[in-house]
C-alpha cells in the first residue's frame, strides 16, 4: 500500500539553524500539507501547497518557515532560523482528490529538538 | 482556538462492548468531517468521514453519527478489539479551505481484555 515517508525521523538542532524536513508524498497525490503537534497540544495546521504553490498557511507559518517541491517527487519544510518553541513532531501529508479536506495521509512525522 | 473539542481525553472499554468518542464543534461553516486514530510513534491514520450533507456512515466497525443543529459528532466502535487501543482524533474543515484541517485534542482509547 502507498505511504507517506519522511526523514529524518528524529533531528536535534541549535536554535538559530536552518533545518530541512523532507517527506515523499504517495506518487499520484497532487495536495500536500504539512502539520506539527507541540507536546500535549493539538496538531496544528501549517500549510497546504497545490501546483506548486502555497494555497494557504496558517499564522504559524510566518515567514522563518517555506515549502518546496523541488523535483516532483520530494516535499520538504525549511525553518531558517529555528526557535525553542519549534520543538515539536511535524507530520507531512498528501492528498489526491479534491484538496477540500478529504482523505488526508499522513507520514509518521520527524520529530524536531531545538535546543 | 477551541473550533473543535474533544472533551473527554481517555476512554477505557473492554474488548467486544462499543466505544463512544464524542467531539463538538463550534465552526458552522465545517463541512467535512474526519476520525483519525493513531498509535505512539506514528502518523495520524484515517478512519472515516462524513459530509454535512449526511448525518451518518457506516465503514465496517466504525460508524460516524453527524448532528449538525447540536454540531457534535461521535465515532462508534463495535465490537472494541484490542488493536483499538489509540489516540482518536475528530478533525473538522471547511470545503473551500485548501483542505486545512482543525483537529481535536484527542481521545485515548484503551480496549482491555
Known amino acids: 500500500e502507498p505511504e507517506v515517508t519522511q526523514t529524518p525521523s528524529h533531528q536535534v538542532t541549535q536554535m538559530g539553524q536552518e533545518v530541512i524536513l523532507r517527506c515523499v508524498p504517495i506518487s499520484n497525490h497532487l495536495y500536500f500539507y504539512w502539520y506539527r503537534q507541540i507536546l500535549g497540544q493539538k496538531v496544528e495546521f501549517l500549510v497546504s501547497?497545490?501546483?506548486?504553490?502555497?494555497?494557504?498557511k496558517s499564522e504559524i507559518f510566518d515567514d522563518q518557515f517555506s515549502v518546496e517541491r523541488p523535483d516532483g517527487s520530494n516535499f520538504t519544510l525549511k525553518i531558517r532560523s529555528t526557535k525553542l518553541e519549534d520543538s515539536a513532531m511535524y507530520f507531512c501529508?498528501?492528498?489526491?482528490?479534491?484538496?477540500?479536506?478529504?482523505?488526508?495521509?499522513f507520514g509518521p512525522g520527524t520529530r524536531l529538538t531545538v535546543t | 482556538d477551541q473550533q473543535v473539542k474533544q472533551n473527554s481525553p481517555s476512554l477505557s472499554v473492554q474488548e467486544g462492548r462499543i466505544s463512544i468518542l464524542n467531539c463538538d464543534y463550534t465552526?458552522?461553516?465545517?463541512?467535512?468531517f474526519l476520525w483519525y486514530k493513531k498509535y505512539p510513534a506514528e502518523g495520524p491514520t484515517f478512519l472515516i468521514s462524513i459530509s454535512s450533507i449526511k448525518d451518518k456512515n457506516e465503514d465496517g466497525r466504525f460508524t460516524v453519527f453527524l448532528n449538525k443543529s447540536a454540531k457534535h459528532l461521535s465515532l462508534h466502535i463495535v465490537p472494541s478489539q484490542p488493536g483499538d487501543s489509540a489516540v482518536y482524533f475528530c478533525?473538522?474543515?471547511?470545503?473551500?479551505?485548501?483542505?486545512?484541517?482543525?483537529f481535536g485534542a484527542g481521545t485515548q482509547v484503551v480496549v482491555t481484555p
Open positions: 501529508a498528501s492528498e489526491g482528490l479534491a484538496g477540500e479536506g478529504g482523505e488526508q495521509y
Open positions: 478533525a473538522a474543515s471547511v470545503t473551500d479551505s485548501w483542505g486545512k484541517l482543525q
Open positions: 465552526n458552522s461553516m465545517f463541512d467535512y
Open positions: 501547497f497545490y501546483n506548486n504553490e502555497i494555497s494557504e
